[in-house]
């Protein structure tokens, strides 16, 4: 019976009666080129691309060949563009790591039959296997969907597309977290200072704010909200009827005729201020919004020529007139 080459490593399966003769054709001289090949198949290999175009690898019969390493380096001459690899025989199931190092800049696609392949950009190793259906055989990347669970350590990444989830980035070494503008040109970048005496965390509002020209402040605790420019009070605001204040807002009141009601800002914040100015004839109500002023939970009015200027303290004085 004659010996066959069926196997995913093309090891010559001596049949019944076979190496029987002398070397190289006995029995032992065939075992040692198949423990050789198998062995080889555990290590580095070199297949090159001796011209500009597509090519087919085949893996010899019973023989030593690069092609059966488990991690396989192409090589070339200048190639001009993506060259299509194609693995035969296409019965072959087996796993490859392949390092694209050709000549070029260019990609490589690696094919068995006519099922999916993968492409391996320039100077990139890809883990992939050849699933060995014949005609139709396909080439599966191997690690497309890895799951690393544990620590796992990363000199440098690039991420092309996706996202990340997780708890916690950490950005050593005064490193930037550099965000690229839409061509990737450039990039706007955050980093620490060179020294921190002590760690702190800045939490961000829960909204993009209520007003043009608003900026973040901090509560000194780290928190931080939104805050209209301008120091501490806005510009004056001429009212004649009702109005609900925000902080740092200074209002000019004048009707004739009518009262109304300016009401004080809700969930005031300690050292908010308001300032409220009646130059009409009538009267204006300021509205305390569920605070005290000056520690009493009553409203109070404004004649015409007066004005009040209040600071919020806290829960139990309120508003304070100054």
Not at 134 to 144: I, K, N, S, T
Not at 157 to 167: C, K, L, Q
Not at 245 to 259: F, G, M, R
């Amino acid at each position: 019976m004659a010996s066959t080459y069926t196997n995913d490593l093309r090891l010559e399966l001596i049949g019944v009666g076979e190496g029987a003769g002398s070397a190289p054709n006995d029995w032992g001289s065939k075992t040692n080129v198949n423990l050789t090949s198998i062995a080889s198949a555990f290590g580095p290999g070199v297949e090159n691309l001796s011209s500009d175009s597509n090519a087919t690898l085949t893996l010899a019969d019973g023989v030593s060949d690069d092609l059966r390493a488990i991690y396989l380096k192409i090589t070339s001459v200048s190639l001009t563009a993506t060259r299509t690899i194609t693995i035969a025989p296409n019965d072959i199931a087996k796993l490859w790591i392949i390092e694209n190092a050709t000549t070029g800049s260019q990609s490589i696609t690696i094919k068995q039959g006519s099922g999916a392949t993968v492409t391996i950009p320039n100077s990139s190793v890809k883990a992939i296997y050849t699933d060995g259906a014949g005609a139709g055989a396909a080439v599966v990347d191997a690690l497309v969907d890895l799951d690393l669970t544990g620590t796992t350590t990363i000199a440098q990444a690039t991420i092309n597309s996706g996202s990340f989830s997780g708890t916690q980035v950490d950005i050593t070494g005064q490193g930037d977290l550099r965000l690229q503008d839409a061509s990737g040109g450039q990039y706007a970048a955050i980093q620490a200072p060179a020294t921190i005496a002590s760690s702190y965390t800045l939490t961000l509002p829960v909204n993009d704010g209520s007003a043009s020209g608003e900026f973040l402040s901090t509560d000194g605790s780290g928190v931080l909200s939104w805050a209209a420019a301008g120091g501490a009070y806005s510009a004056f605001l001429l009212k004649d009827a009702d109005f609900t204040a925000s902080a740092a807002d200074q209002l000019l009141c004048k009707h004739n005729s009518t009262p109304f009601t300016i009401t004080l800002p809700a969930s005031p914040t300690a050292m908010d201020t308001v300032v409220i100015c009646n130059a009409g004839a009538a009267t204006v109500t300021v509205g305390r919004n569920s605070s005290n002023i000056n520690s009493t939970a009553s409203d109070f009015t404004l004649v015409q020529g007066t004005s009040t200027q209040l600071v919020y303290v806290d829960g139990t004085i309120g508003w304070f007139e100054i």
